[in-house]
């Protein structure tokens, strides 16, 4: 762990870690005048195994952080000598840190610090004392984004966007990061190549984004659906491989988003194919989007242990609607992920 006191940020780094934009290990940084606050935040991230560096507000100089390139920045919002608010704002206007999301500290979870810290482009706010649970969540997500935002061409980036508007409206919201890290890891465990496992985190964030042409009064419905609303929103894998055309150099994204609700028996859609008709990618990425469903608290359901839910894709494998060999194999993993 790195303190930074009252000089520049960049005067008190080693030059062998000067820019870890892409390193494995991410870097905090943690602006706050109370020592022992920044204390607490270091503590808990560095358990979590990151770089963490310091500063209190005297360091506050936008080239040295432009330097650092922190992956990730814990502001407190409740300094004395400066406008928190105001010096996200700053970083958030600057294209050379615009990308860093900025993580806000409060005493109180006033909706005025909230709406405080939207209008100056934060991207959360975590209340103080620091839960460590909540902060190695939020930090986790917030590195996992940004760093696939980094690798990430214009076309792309526009795409996550929308992707991530849809992914908040969602009843399954955070489910696309979540989709993305267990599609990497069951990609690895079956051999597939690196290119085939970046196509399946595509996919993760990008499958449902056709849902953004159905309007929120038959997405949110809590009632049932009339036969006309469930033939619209069958529609979204339709709606999301057109939206998706323009990603030219991801080509094999595209019949994921298309196929991921078809079925091995042939009653899914929405063509309707059959058994190895289906792109292996697709009925692959079907069965971590299935199992993260059934493995989250949604607003009409408690989240199913790892048991019951490879229990109910199990039923779902009687009745024909998926590939047995392929389950077999997803089994296996997630129980070796349990060891
Ligand atoms: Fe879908």
């Not at 922190?70 to 615009?98: G, H, N, V, Y």
């Not at 690798?151 to 989709?179: C, H, M, P, W, Y």
């Not at 964030?205 to 049932?224: N, R, W, Y």
Request: hydrophobic content about 40%; charged content about 25%.
């Amino acid at each position: 762990m790195k303190k930074i006191g009252e000089f520049p940020l960049a005067t008190k780094i080693d030059s062998s870690v000067s820019n870890s934009l892409h390193s494995a290990i991410a870097k905090i940084l943690i602006i706050d005048e109370n020592p022992l606050s920044r204390m607490t935040a270091a503590d808990l991230l560095s358990l979590d195994g990151y770089e963490v560096l310091e500063a209190d507000n005297l360091s506050l100089i936008l080239e040295d952080i432009v330097k650092q390139q922190p992956d990730l920045i814990l502001l407190d919002a409740m300094m004395r000598q400066i406008d928190s608010f105001s010096f996200c704002r700053q970083l958030k206007e600057d294209c050379r840190t615009a990308n860093i999301p900025v993580v806000l500290t409060t005493l109180t979870n006033s909706r005025e610090d909230r709406i405080k810290m939207m209008e100056a482009g934060g991207d959360d706010i975590l209340v103080k004392p620091l839960n460590r649970i909540e902060l190695s969540a939020r930090v986790k997500s917030l590195i996992n984004q940004k760093r696939l935002n980094d690798g990430l061409n214009q076309t792309e980036q526009v795409l996550f966007t929308i992707a991530k508007a849809v992914d908040n409206r969602s009843v399954n919201k955070g489910g696309s990061v979540r989709i993305a890290s267990l599609v990497k890891s069951f990609g690895n465990y079956l051999g597939l190549t690196p290119e085939e496992i970046e196509d399946l985190a595509f996919a993760a964030h990008l499958h449902d984004i056709g849902t953004i042409a159905i309007p929120d009064a038959v997405m949110l419905k809590k009632g049932e659906l009339t036969n006309e609303e469930r033939e619209l929103i069958r529609q979204h894998v339709l709606f999301g491989e057109e939206i998706c055309q323009p990603l030219r150099n991801r080509s094999g994204v595209l019949p994921i988003i298309r196929h991921h609700h078809e079925r091995w028996d042939g009653t899914g859609y929405p063509d309707g194919l059959s058994g190895t008709q289906i792109p292996y990618l697709a009925q692959i990425f079907q069965i971590i989007d299935i199992y993260d469903a059934l493995t989250s608290d949604r607003p009409h359901k408690k989240a199913y242990s790892p048991t019951e839910a490879l229990q109910i894709i199990m039923e779902e494998t009687q009745k024909g609607w998926r590939n047995p060999e392929l389950i077999e194999q997803f089994t296996i993993f997630i129980r070796s992920q349990e060891q």
